[in-house]
DNA sequence: CCCCTGCTTTGATCTAGGTTAAATCCGCAG
DNA sequence: CTGCGGATTTAACCTAGATCAAAGCAGGGG
């Protein structure tokens, strides 16, 4: 098989990434030349909770969430990564197993830059290491936001921050948003660390008060400000 | 004032910091020109939310607290920083303020350590860049085992979690170990995510069967083994 | 030595959210 | 079109942990 077309798509992919902008080819072939395309179909385990850890990982399409499971079998989503982010980096530098473990939600190709190229890159630009390190900062600050969520957050703002975080980008001044909860609402419920009963019911209130509408996995949100306002 | 004694305590400081560990001294007096000695009286805040972020902070002695405060004015403790332990790194890559505040739980004195020394060094070492990294991922990992704890596990779970944490250096096989509630048994609640009477509850409850003795803020364990496994 | 103030404990009560169980809904393979 | 299995909803009930209220206690300034 051609490996060429592939092998320019994944610098593509990679040159996408912020951690990877302004890097010159030579440097991006190198890194692609350490980087695994992975296929990996609904509900299948990129890595378990601990394995070790050989490199970062990319999804290109698809999404893949991470999670703990407790001793007693039950599954806690910590996150839910879409095409064009990234996990599992800050293993890398510490000399540990993985702690969560990755699962794909729907069929999914992801890339898996290797340990090794990331380090040969870090010791060779400065710069490429403050895109890691931004990298890392934004992914911690990510983390304490949800912390402070988790802690002193009611389920329903919960639901509220989730639905606003996910049209953050979209302005629709006036107009209705959309928004699909495409995992699956337990797949959500269980990020927002409420059981699907609990999400079910908040949505359905949210709806009884006219801030949102729903229809399946669809969610419409008549008007942003308002739901923004009642958090 | 003769400043010399100072600065050359700051760099012996910083020279035992992990992040600053193996850096040659020309180094560290470039960093060390760029740090503030604070002295912080119990109570002082070292900043607030929402402020911008400078450098970062490293605690020389004493303790502080970083937390949020709820809409409704609710505090909650996220980290006790103790002497050798460093803060706010993360913010300096990003360019948004504080989303905590630290507040000095008793007297206590830090080093400041300016944002554009750290840039500078990270411009000129790779290796500066490495540890850099290592230290973020380091405090990512907590934060993700955090909320392993927050979402999974019971208040009473945590409870002895932290008492573990906090003698996880000594193992004190056989013998009993002492440790000590440091900043007060409310901080303590609080950061595990609990009310002061919860935890005092729970405290009395495990005392109840065995598993802890309670002397005022010092906690003996009489077998360490015996609550590790009663997690 | 004593009082005042701020922790800590205790007890009674309340509630957000979890559990259990059963009914619906829905996409889709046959 | 039809039956199946998984996802979602609904309803009734139940608990971990919060809240409220009231003692205890402990340490430090006077």
Redesign the interface.
């Known amino acids: 098989m051609d490996k060429r077309p592939l092998q320019i798509k994944t610098q593509a992919f990679l040159a996408n990434l912020p951690i990877f902008t302004d890097m010159r080819l030579e440097e991006l072939d190198r890194v692609a030349a350490a980087t695994l395309q992975i296929y990996a179909p609904k509900g299948q385990a990129l890595f378990h909770c601990g394995d070790p850890c050989t490199g970062f990982h990319v999804v290109v399409y698809g999404q893949v969430k991470l999670g703990?499971t407790?001793p007693q079998g039950?599954e806690?989503v910590?996150e839910i990564v879409s095409p064009g982010q990234s996990f599992g980096?800050?293993?890398?530098?510490?000399d540990?197993p993985y702690?969560?473990f990755a699962q794909a939600l729907s069929d999914s190709m992801l890339l898996h830059v290797a340990k090794h190229a990331v380090?040969d890159e870090?010791?060779?630009d400065?710069s490429f290491?403050?895109r890691?390190?931004?990298g890392?900062?934004?992914?911690?600050?990510g983390?304490?936001?949800?912390?402070?969520a988790?802690?002193?957050r009611s389920g329903q703002e919960r639901v509220i921050g989730y639905l606003l975080a996910d049209v953050a980008d979209v302005t629709g001044n006036g107009k209705p948003v959309e928004v699909h909860l495409t995992p699956g609402k337990s797949v959500i419920a269980s990020r927002l660390?409420m059981t699907p009963e609990h999400f079910s019911r908040i949505l359905h209130e949210l709806a009884a008060n006219g801030l949102i509408g729903i229809n399946g996995r669809a969610i419409t949100i008549p008007d942003l400000e308002r739901l923004r306002k009642s958090a």
Chains 1, 2 share one sequence.
């Open positions: 703990f407790s039950i806690k910590v980096e800050a293993l890398m530098f510490l540990s702690i969560v380090f870090l010791a060779r400065p290491a403050r890691m390190l931004s890392l900062s934004r992914r911690l600050h983390l304490v936001r949800d912390v402070e988790y802690t002193l660390n």
